[in-house]
């Protein structure tokens, strides 16, 4: 059974990168056909798709987080990682990785294999 699970630093500082990595056992990132997906939720509001790496390597983002998001993928180390540039308190959520069918894209925790979820703080 395929696990997922998430690392990162905890907190960091407005203006700065945020970077996590997900690290995944029990299956292969380039497995067909999987999003291998990052969602936030941040405190008080609901699940946030941020974007999916797929196993082809195809990348796709949410509109509204476009612009400072990248996902990529460690095949050697069977690991997709997020990168958030130019953080802002706004950006504090608990993040978490999941791999998820395409046509279950969106739909919640309920579907798909999930990771615990890892906290973000952003605060100088």
């Known amino acids: 059974q395929v696990q997922l699970q998430e690392s990162g630093p905890g907190l960091v500082k407005p203006s700065q990168t945020l970077s996590l990595t997900c690290t995944v056992s029990g299956g292969s990132i380039t497995t067909n056909y999987y999003y291998w997906t990052w969602i936030r939720q941040p405190p008080g509001k609901g699940l946030e798709w941020i974007g999916y790496?797929?196993?082809?390597?195809?990348?796709n983002y949410s509109p509204s987080l476009k612009s400072r998001t990248s996902i990529s993928r460690d095949t050697s180390k069977n690991q997709f990682t997020l990168q958030l540039i130019s953080v802002t308190p706004e950006d504090t959520a608990v993040y978490y990785c999941a791999r998820v069918r395409p046509s279950d894209y969106g739909l919640g925790p309920g579907f798909g294999s999930w990771g615990r979820g890892t906290q973000v703080t952003v605060s100088s």
């Open positions: 790496i797929a196993s082809s390597g195809y990348t």
